[in-house]
């Protein structure tokens, strides 16, 4: 035998997990920060590693310039793509 139906209508169900996940949150409102935090930190230091930002200069990258020292770059690698694809 099935049990019998808590909620009538879908708004009585909406409301009904709405309290819940509430209760919930208030429950383990601290838990959950902690977690929020950790990965904001986790994903904030591994954005700053890529992008190098920690003060590590990078010495294999040269610094362009000139627009002719840009353009000359966008050119090669415009180049190696084309020689992948072909």
Same mark, same amino acid.
Do not use: N, W
């Given at each position: 035998?099935?049990?019998?139906?808590?909620?009538?209508?879908?708004?009585?169900? %909406?409301?009904?997990?709405?309290?819940?996940?509430?209760?919930?949150?208030?429950?383990? !409102? $601290?838990?959950? %920060?902690?977690? !929020?935090? $950790?990965?904001?930190?986790?994903?904030?230091?591994?954005?700053?590693?890529?992008?190098?930002?920690?003060?590590?200069?990078?010495?294999? $990258?040269?610094? %362009?310039?000139? %627009?002719? $020292?840009?353009?000359? +770059? +966008?050119?090669?690698?415009?180049?190696?793509?084309?020689?992948?694809?072909?």
């Amino acid at each position: 035998m099935a049990p019998p139906i808590k909620h009538k209508t879908a708004a009585a169900k %909406l409301k009904a997990s709405r309290e819940k996940r509430s209760r919930y949150y208030a429950r383990c !409102r $601290e838990s959950i %920060l902690a977690k !929020r935090r $950790e990965k904001y930190h986790a994903a904030k230091k591994h954005q700053e590693d890529e992008d190098g930002i920690d003060g590590s200069d990078d010495d294999h $990258e040269e610094s %362009l310039e000139t %627009l002719a $020292e840009c353009i000359a +770059v +966008v050119k090669y690698a415009k180049d190696e793509f084309m020689q992948y694809i072909q």
